[in-house]
């Protein structure tokens, strides 16, 4: 995934996908880093971005898609709406990322038909 994947950035949140060949539904995983805070603040930032990626994200990613979410340390300080925002943003990157990687896959398709 980090080598072929496309990485998204919100303001404390990175992504990386990656189109499978599987016709499985998307996935999606959370990385929380550990610096300098308890289990329970790791725990409620999972459990805040599951919600948003259950809510939000989900219902609008293709299947054969697989996505990771990882947190940056500031993003311990958001409130829930500031990670709702970025998500949102988020949702909004990753359907672009997805129309220019299909573009890109018609314009090979024809140029291999052309020949």
Known sequence: MRERGRRVRAEHLDVKL???EDVAPARVGI???????????RN?????????????L????PPALHLVI?????????PFESLARQVDGIVR??????AR???????????????
């Open 44 to 56: 409620r930032l999972k459990r805040r971005l599951r919600e948003l990626v259950r809510t939000r």
């Open 58 to 61: 989900l219902p609008t990613l």
């Open 70 to 78: 990882r947190a940056r340390r500031e993003a311990y300080g958001d």
């Open 101 to 115: 990687s299909l573009n890109r896959a018609d314009d090979a398709e024809r140029k291999e038909t052309d020949r």
């Open 18 to 20: 990656l189109r499978v």
């Open 93 to 98: 990157d990753v359907a672009r990322e997805l």
């Open 31 to 41: 990385v929380v880093p550990r610096h300098k805070h308890s289990a329970v603040d």
